[in-house]
Structures are given as C-alpha cells and as structure tokens.
Nanobody, 119 residues
Framework: QVQLAESGGGLVQAGGSLRLSCSAP????????MGWYRQAPGKQRELVAT???????NYADFVKGRFTISRHNAKNTVWLQMNSLTPEDTADYYC?????????????WGQGTQVTVSS
C-alpha cells in the first residue's frame, strides 16, 4: 500500500506562486511515474503534470510555461512549482503515483490539497 502525503496548498493572489509537495514515505516499492491532477468544483479531475522516474515530463497546455514539476526518485517525492497563478487555477490538487504490480500498474492518490487563487 502506497500512502501519499501532500502539502503546500493555500490561498494566494492572482499572479502569485505556490509550491506543492508530495511524498510516499517508507517506500520499499518502485514508482514509475508521479504527477499532479486537479479538480475544480463541478468539473472532472484533469491532468496537470506528470514526471517519470527517468525525468520525462508531460504538462497540460493550460499550465505550460507557468508550472514546473520535479521529482526526487530516491525520496519518492514530487514537487509542483506553480507561478503566475490565476483564479482559473483554483481547485483541489491531487498527487498521483503509479506503481508497477506484475504486468499491471496501480494508481495511488493523495487526499488532495486545496489551492485558491483570488482575483
């Protein structure tokens, strides 16, 4: 069982920055990819950014140039640096970890951290 611990959400004014952190402590397991997703009220959960254990990144178009995802493999930790935030970025942000299990992969999720951007 992989438990993810998130931190770093909060309230910020438009144009400001926040840094989210997520770790999977006690990790006697390998994680192939980690990432961040978000869900705004009344909307579906959507991908924000992911990063593989090889460092390959993938970003949603709406965050390119503003958000940066990074990762420390040995610590099973991923960060999301969010700059130039807008009210449209207001959402609950969820950490994701993908763990290989035999021929399959299993997704684990954090409990979410709230990000609120005021105009």
């Amino acid at each position: 069982q992989v438990q993810l611990a998130e931190s770093g959400g909060g309230l910020v004014q438009a144009g400001g920055s926040l840094r989210l952190s997520c770790s999977a402590p006690g990790g006697r397991f390998s994680i192939t990819a980690m990432g961040w997703y978000r869900q705004a009220p009344g909307k579906q959960r959507e991908l924000v950014a992911t990063i593989t254990n090889g460092g390959a990144t993938n970003y949603a178009d709406f965050v390119k140039g503003r958000f940066t995802i990074s990762r420390h493999n040995a610590k099973n930790t991923v960060w999301l640096q969010m700059n130039s935030l807008t009210p449209e970025d207001t959402a609950d942000y969820y950490c994701n970890a993908r763990v290989p299990m035999g021929p399959f992969e299993k997704d684990y999720w954090g409990q979410g951290t709230q990000v609120t951007v005021s105009s």
